[in-house]
T-cell receptor
Framework: GAGVSQTPSNKVTEKGKYVELRCDPISGHTALYWYRQSLGQGPEFLIYFQGTGAADDSGLPNDRFFAVRPEGSVSTLKIQRTERGDSAVYLC?????????????FGAGSRLTVL | AQKVTQAQTEISVVEKEDVTLDCVYETRDTTYYLFWYKQPPSGELVFLIRRNSFDEQNEISGRYSWNFQKSTSSFNFTITASQVVDSAVYFCAFRGGYSSASKIIFGSGTRLSIRP
């Protein structure tokens, strides 16, 4: 697609529920990143994929968070047993390939609210 | 450890004033990249500029200019003759070179408000 697409744009769930957030990167972009942005803060790195594999998942806060990218394109961020502290905007970004110089193009984000 | 600091949390100026947003970074890498992103009220992060550690030339793009100084580990952003449409949150970001983590680390952002 022309840009990075994220769905849903808004998700409200109850504490303890399971949530999936989807990211569709720009066509041809092999690198895909997930960030989390809390109110008034900068984006916080969660995980990045080069192709199908997670090359760096050091930012995932705990084992309730998991992400997959089975075919090297669309990615899904999965959150189990959601907690109120998980409320944030989850941003996805992609770039043409992994390289320090490459610029990330971000999606509009998925706003998660855990009640 | 790598770190990006944007000490200015909020700045408010009157339209047509010049404004500078500060960014200081910490790293031991010799190869790295610095970025500025803009996040308007709509929420989507928009790329503004990238600089690599070997190029200290200042850059100007219209009303925007960037001052990169390795000696002070700073990468400041100046908007000349500010306009209301410049109102947004601006993020400075850092990325280590090929041998280090691939993630981009963002500062906490500076909220810029331009008053008419």
């Amino acid at each position: 697609g022309a840009g990075v697409s994220q769905t849903p744009s808004n998700k409200v769930t109850e504490k303890g529920k399971y949530v999936e957030l989807r990211c569709d990167p720009i066509s041809g972009h092999t690198a895909l990143y997930w960030y989390r942005q809390s109110l008034g803060q900068g984006p916080e790195f969660l995980i990045y994929f080069q192709g199908t594999g997670a090359a760096d998942d050091s930012g995932l806060p705990n084992d309730r968070f998991f992400a997959v990218r089975p075919e090297g394109s669309v990615s899904t961020l999965k959150i189990q047993r959601t907690e109120r502290g998980d409320s944030a905007v989850y941003l996805c970004a992609s770039s043409r390939e992994y390289s320090g110089a490459n610029v990330l193009t971000f999606g509009a984000g998925s706003r998660l609210t855990v009640l | 450890a790598q770190k990006v600091t944007q000490a200015q949390t909020e700045i408010s100026v009157v339209e047509k004033e010049d404004v500078t947003l500060d960014c200081v970074y910490e790293t031991r890498d010799t190869t790295y990249y610095l970025f500025w992103y803009k996040q308007p009220p709509s929420g989507e992060l928009v790329f503004l500029i990238r600089r690599n550690s070997f190029d200290e030339q200042n850059e100007i793009s219209g009303r925007y200019s960037w001052n990169f100084q390795k000696s002070t580990s700073s990468f400041n952003f100046t908007i000349t003759a500010s306009q209301v449409v410049d109102s947004a949150v601006y993020f400075c970001a850092f990325r280590g070179g090929y041998s280090s983590a691939s993630k981009i680390i963002f500062g906490s952002g500076t909220r810029l408000s331009i008053r008419p």
